[in-house]
């Protein structure tokens, strides 16, 4: 059979031709739709760098509209609702990426961390725990721990907070028998309120042991026992607390003269309540010391001027105060007033502040009210920082 060459080599031109244009038209496309893509893109990140969130947004749902299958973009999408306040479509975003197939573990776990974060931020935080205990065993464990230990916080679920401290603990992501000690002291108070003040003293034992060095556990056994009339038993924990933990000596100096003046034991406590003044010129110490010298006949106007040795030591409004109301003025019928004015003006004073937040309270507090960080008050006042 005979071929004709020309014939053939003339299909090879054709096809090749029309390959050539094939390929030509899908370039196009291509480069059509990529020109598309990341013009929205870069866009929405223009609007987004100028804190122009709403355009930002409309920006991104084009790009997401145009390639749904860019995860990052999704990703982005979510961030931007959950930034704005608009939680329910941050979680339809973040829904909507868990639900496809063809996701990776790595996104998985991101998308699903995301969208716990949804939760948190719209106070949902049942399904924020259950979207957090999921988590377990992926890279985003600790933050997801983290984030169920304040829920259990918040919601005072101290047996659930304990757990997770635990898990925190054993993972190697920090010390937390001090807060541990602090959620059997949280157990403590309320079965003490509840009249069952032999479970409440095993806590504050269990505490003890869980945190040695924390002055909590030891100061709310003491008060319980002041309260049970056991004076001589609240005295001796309160002295070890002194030598064990000597910088929260202002926070039980008080309770420490009562004692020992209830137990006739007036004598160690001033010791140690001296000793530790000598280490740290604290106005409450100061003033348990006065309080104990004073209930001596002989020594009472001697344990007033101790006031002006602190003025030696430390310029203090709050110590001069003291030592003005026991002292006699020579137009002593304005006494009063002038002693009124002066405790008005030193009242902000003797308040405690939080080291994280600022907050001032007139007592001290174990968890700041203002921002829920443990141990944040000092056991030192205002004036004395």
């Known amino acids: 059979m005979d071929f004709d060459i020309g014939l053939i080599l003339l299909a090879v031109l054709v096809a090749f031709v029309l390959g050539w244009l094939a390929s030509r038209l899908d370039l196009r496309q291509m480069r059509i739709e990529n020109r598309r893509a990341p013009k929205a893109y870069f866009k929405g990140l223009n609007y987004l760098l100028n804190e122009q969130q709403d355009q930002a947004i409309d920006a991104f749902i084009e790009a997401v509209q145009k390639d749904p299958d860019t995860t990052e973009l999704h990703f982005a999408l979510g961030n931007l609702f959950r930034r704005r306040g608009e939680y329910q479509r941050a979680v339809r975003v973040h829904e909507h990426l868990l639900s496809r197939a063809d996701l990776t573990p790595a996104d998985r776990q991101r998308a699903q961390h995301d969208l716990a ?50 898990k925190l603990q054993d993972h190697g992501e920090g010390s937390f028998g001090g807060r541990m000690a602090h959620y059997l002291c949280e157990q403590a108070a309320a079965r003490n309120a509840a009249g069952e003040t032999d479970t409440a003293a095993q806590l504050l034992q269990r505490a003890i042991q869980t945190a040695p060095q924390a002055p909590r556990p030891r100061i709310d056994l003491a008060l319980m026992r002041v309260r049970a009339g056991q004076h001589a038993q609240a005295l001796e924990g309160l002295l070890a607390l002194g030598e064990a933990a000597p910088q929260a000596m202002p926070l039980i100096a008080q309770v420490l003269a009562q004692s020992a003046s209830a137990c006739g034991e007036a004598g160690r406590a001033l010791a140690a309540l001296q000793a530790s003044y000598a280490q740290f010129a604290s106005l409450d110490v100061l003033d348990a010391i006065v309080a104990l010298e004073s209930a001596d006949a002989g020594r009472a106007d001697a344990a007033r001027q101790r006031y002006l040795q602190h003025l030696e030591r430390e310029q203090s409004l709050v110590a001069t105060a003291r030592w003005l109301a026991g002292e006699k003025l020579e137009h002593e019928q304005f006494h009063p007033q002038v002693q009124r004015a002066i405790e008005h003006a030193t009242r902000p004073l003797t308040r405690y502040r939080c080291a994280a937040c600022g907050f001032e309270a007139k007592q001290h507090f174990w968890q700041c009210p ?16």
């Open 117 to 166: 974060l949804d939760f948190l931020k719209a106070g949902l935080l049942d399904r924020a725990e259950d979207a957090l205990r999921k988590l377990e065993g992926s890279r985003y464990e600790p933050q997801a721990l983290l984030a169920l230990l304040a829920i259990y916080e918040r919601s005072r679920d101290w047996p659930q907070a304990t757990e997770i401290a635990q």
């Open 370 to 385: 203002g921002c829920q960080a443990w141990d944040s008050y000092p056991p030192r006042r205002v004036e004395e920082l």
